[in-house]
């Protein structure tokens, strides 16, 4: 009865389009990863164009909203997933041991009656993100040692190019897939009290809609500065567990934030702020300290969480499979094996 009382409250507040940030704060959180990242990372994702690339590429899953219904349809729910008070998805499924693929996931959520469309997938977004990113490493990684070491020249040139479109690639890669530890940092998209508290609601927290926007977009880019965020990262962590793990574990840690935030907003300490002529916020003239605070908590607990997984993306890179069928990266570095074209272009 409990669970079908909560799974009724998801599909009242279950949001049809989800944000998380405004552009700045997702500028925030990718753009100062990058820039925190440790020398051990290749220089091409650390220097000044490419912090101010992966940052710009931080909002690009924003802006690329109202594409078309297929679009959006498919890749919004990626930016959210609805746990409930009981630390569950939906209210209904275990968060501390989702399955390895989001088929899996979404036959859990169908045999209680909702999808991974209504409860939402950020879980997923961040591990194949993830994984994509110590791909994309480990031809960097392949395509630089053949550049050097190819056999023939044409091979050689081939490999060479081929750096440089992988930097390209990684560079955006990491932005967007960024995007994804911003949201997860987001305590409101962690929870099924997205943007209103909802019913019951005994500590009468907000039940005006609005509050979500607010506190991401605008008030936050009146409130809250770079530096502060830059300042406020904690140390490089790796819990050496399971990456779905890791990220569940983040997103719980985001959640439990949710009814603090609540109270806040009781409090009025989130205020719309002026705009100016051209509707930009117009900085604040003070801003509470506790607010400022948790806001930017929250935006350093995101930035640390992608400058970490990008680490470690690198590391896993040293062993990942590149070309097909297959040569591992470890056996490229070592010289075991001497990449030829064909290995990455054999029809």
């Excluded at 690198?314 to 064909?342: C, E, F, I, Q």
Aim: net charge negative; proline share 5%; hydrophobic share 45%.
């Amino acid at each position: 009865m409990f669970s079908r009382f909560l799974l009724g409250i998801a599909f009242i507040l279950a949001p049809a389009s989800a944000f998380a940030w405004g552009a700045t704060g997702h500028e925030y959180v990718s753009g100062v990863a990058a820039q925190l990242l440790p020398a051990e990372v290749p220089s091409f994702v650390r220097g000044k164009d490419a912090v101010a690339t992966i940052a710009q590429y931080g909002r690009e899953l924003d802006r690329s909203k109202g594409a078309g219904k297929t679009h959006d349809g498919e890749r919004d729910p990626g930016h959210f997933v609805d746990l409930f008070d009981n630390g569950q998805v939906m209210g209904v499924l275990a968060f501390s041991a989702l399955p390895e693929t989001r088929g899996e996931y979404d036959a859990l959520l169908n045999a209680s009656g909702t999808d991974q469309y209504k409860a939402g997938y950020l879980p997923y977004s961040i591990v194949d993100g993830y994984q994509q990113i110590v791909k994309d490493f480990g031809y960097w990684r392949a395509s630089g040692i053949a550049a050097k070491n190819a056999k023939s020249a044409a091979d050689r040139a081939y490999f060479k190019a081929d750096v440089k479109r992988r930097e390209a690639l990684t560079l955006r890669d990491i932005g967007v897939w960024t995007h994804y530890l911003g949201d997860a940092a987001q305590p409101l998209h962690a929870s099924v009290h997205y943007d209103i508290w909802g019913m019951p609601n005994p500590n009468n927290y907000n039940q005006t809609k609005g509050f979500h926007q607010r506190f991401e977009g605008q008030w936050l880019r009146a409130n809250i500065k770079r530096a502060a965020v830059l300042a406020a990262v904690p140390a490089f962590h790796d819990c050496a567990c399971p990456l779905m793990q890791r990220v569940t574990g983040f997103l719980t840690e985001t959640e439990s934030e949710v009814e603090p935030l609540f109270k806040l907003e009781a409090k009025g300490v989130f205020p719309a702020p002026a705009l100016d002529s051209g509707g930009a916020p117009i900085p604040a003239a003070s801003t509470d300290p506790e607010a400022a605070a948790f806001a930017t908590k929250a935006l350093a607990r995101g930035a640390a969480e992608a400058r970490d997984l990008i680490v470690l993306a690198w590391r896993d890179s040293a062993h990942a499979v590149v070309g097909y069928p297959g040569v591992n990266v470890a056996d490229v570095m070592s010289g075991k094996v001497v990449l030829t074209t064909t290995m990455y272009a054999n029809d």
